[in-house]
């Protein structure tokens, strides 16, 4: 069984930042893919960001020179470090595990509460 912990959601005002943190545990893959996604009312979940587990990056182009992902192999660990936050950022994050190579198993995080205030 693996399981997904967020943490870091907040209340913060445009231009500020905030760090995402989601820890795995359970039975993890050591090749694998983590990554957040965002989620807002109405609308589907799109992807903000991803990290192998050798380091290759992807990003949505609206948060590209704004965002950085990164993990931590040994702590089971992804991080999204958020700069120059804007209203529009504004979402419930999701934290993805894609857990091995080519036929994965995916699973999800409960989400934490990004709010921007203009």
């Known amino acids: 069984q693996v399981q997904l912990v967020e943490s870091g959601g907040a209340l913060v005002q445009a231009g500020g930042s905030l760090r995402l943190s989601c820890a795995a545990s359970?039975?993890?893959?050591?090749?694998?893919?983590m990554g957040w996604y965002r989620q807002t009312p109405g609308n589907q979940r799109e992807l903000v960001a991803t990290i192998t587990h050798i380091g290759d990056t992807n990003y949505k182009n609206s948060v590209k020179g704004r965002f950085t992902i990164s993990r931590d192999n040994a702590k089971n660990t992804v991080y999204l470090q958020m700069n120059s936050l804007k209203p529009e950022d504004t979402a419930v994050y999701y934290c993805n595990l894609q857990n091995g190579g080519t036929w994965y198993t995916e699973y999800w995080g409960q989400g934490t509460q990004v709010t921007v205030s203009s």
């Open positions: 359970g039975s993890i893959f050591s090749i694998n893919t």
